[in-house]
């Protein structure tokens, strides 16, 4: 059973870049046909595809947030990064780490404000 968890600041200043890393265990992120997503959850909203990363590290990523997004790998540790540019308050979420093969990881809370 594959294990993800969330790691990275739950605070952000406006205009800064929002960094969160996802650890993997139980499994590869080179694994065929293994595909790693980022989702968030505004408060009071629905959940939000971000973009995924492939197992051979192609990544594609939400049209409405591609201008500001980027997903990276480190293999070596089985980790896999989302950065995402110039954020405003509107970018407050939890975010979550997940699988394609459903499983996800517990979530951090990312607040931005001054």
């Known amino acids: 059973q594959v294990q993800l968890q969330e790691s990275g600041p739950g605070l952000v200043k406006p205009s800064q870049t929002l960094s969160l890393t996802c650890t993997v265990s139980g499994g590869s992120i080179t694994t065929n046909n293994y595909y790693w997503s980022w989702i968030r959850q505004p408060p009071g909203k629905g959940l939000e595809w971000i973009g995924y990363?492939?197992?051979?590290?192609?990544?594609y990523y939400s049209p409405l947030l591609k201008s500001r997004t980027s997903i990276s790998r480190d293999t070596s540790k089985n980790q896999f990064t989302l950065q995402l540019n110039s954020v405003t308050p509107e970018d407050t979420a939890v975010y979550y780490c997940?699988?394609?093969?459903?499983?996800w990881g517990q979530g951090t809370q990312v607040t931005v404000s001054s």
């Open positions: 997940v699988s394609n093969l459903g499983s």
């Open positions: 990363i492939a197992y051979g590290g192609s990544s």
